[in-house]
């Protein structure tokens, strides 16, 4: 039991954000009248380059890197002009060519000729119409969500196979005017969740896999934003890292939430692995009805790593070792979850 109020802000800002990831949803429904793909604008600013995809409606589009190039799909979609343009003055691209690939059904295509390794990210803008595809180096991505993409680098000594890859959306819980509940010496569970988090990605980036933050600073979370770039995130997982806090300081212990059938195994996995690192009591893995009308398409779990009201775990979480630990925990069980689906 926690404090209503801060419970039901919190619970409402996780239905947020996992029924804006499920946004990713609902687009492959329409399938009747084909929609147009009017034209392709490209623009440059601060060593980014933007690609703007006219359409006459919202349309999620099927990316694959393929031999070095970007193919972009966008199904049901008629292109109204063929398009086959060389940039020289693109820091990035080299080439643009977009055609009607099939015509029945009606696929139109977008390759996109790189001239350097590069960091790209694709989402839609669903009042515009518009998909956009953001090309830049790795740092200068201004992203609204940090976002890193390992796809484009040769591979890394340290990669996991089962771990390289995956997208993994990570939540460190709160953050800016939210500061989550308060520790019994008065610090808010922002402060815990966000190196908890930067450590985790540091790890999973480490070994291979795109890592989506929702946060990288104490910053409040926007999901108006989050939901401009979430349509393109065909995310593998979602975790959510918090921590725990209640009017008595005995209260202890560690608690994962998942929110539906699929995400039951993620949770299992994720929560022994850590009970077996911090060795804290264990308070099992609990669906939590509030949450289980808001299905999404990826496993999503919410961990609550410890009580930070409870004096002697406030002292663990306040230390930069143990949030080491905490990460490295998590991370084990993402990889065992990951391992586990890839045989
Ligand atoms: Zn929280």
Request: glycine letters at 4%; one cysteine or more.
């Amino acid at each position: 039991m926690k404090k209503p109020n801060s419970s039901i802000i919190r619970l409402l800002i996780f239905i947020l954000s996992l029924s804006i990831l499920t946004l990713s949803s609902f687009s492959v429904a329409a399938a009747t009248k084909p929609q147009e793909l009017f034209g392709i604008d490209v623009k440059t600013d601060d060593n980014v380059e933007r690609i703007a995809i006219r359409l006459s409606d919202y349309i999620r589009p099927q990316s694959t890197f393929f031999k070095d190039n970007l193919v972009i799909d966008f199904p049901n979609t008629v292109i109204k002009e063929t398009l086959q343009k060389d940039y020289a003055d693109s820091k990035f691209i080299y080439k643009i060519h977009a055609w009607q690939f099939k015509a029945k059904p009606y696929v139109a295509r977008i390759v996109i000729e790189f001239k350097k390794e590069v960091a790209y990210d694709l989402y839609s803008l669903l009042g515009k119409n518009e998909v956009v595809v953001e090309i830049g180096d790795d740092v200068a991505l201004p992203l609204h969500i940090a976002v890193s993409n390992p796809i484009r680098r040769a591979k890394l000594p340290g990669a996991v196979p089962h771990l390289e890859s995956k997208t993994i959306v990570i939540d460190a819980g709160h953050g800016g005017i939210d500061p989550g509940g308060i520790s019994c010496s008065g610090m808010p569970e922002k402060k815990f969740t966000l190196p908890v988090a930067l450590e985790l990605e540091a790890l999973l980036k480490a070994a291979g896999a795109r890592v989506i933050m929702t946060r990288r600073t104490d910053q409040t979370t926007d999901f108006r934003k989050i939901s401009d770039r979430t349509n393109k995130l065909k995310a593998d997982i979602f975790v959510g890292i918090h921590f725990n806090y209640f009017e008595d300081s005995s209260a202890a212990g560690t608690e994962t939430f998942y929110y539906n059938p699929f995400s039951i195994e993620l949770a299992q996995y994720v929560h022994s692995a850590l009970v077996k690192k911090l060795k804290r009591r264990n308070r099992g893995v609990r669906k939590d009805v509030l949450y289980t009308v808001h299905h999404t398409d990826m496993p999503a779990i919410l961990v609550e790593v410890l009580y930070i009201t409870n004096p002697e775990e406030e002292r663990l979480v306040k230390s930069n070792q143990y949030q080491k630990m905490i990460a490295k925990g998590l991370y084990n069980g993402l990889d065992k979850y990951f391992k586990s689906i890839s045989r």
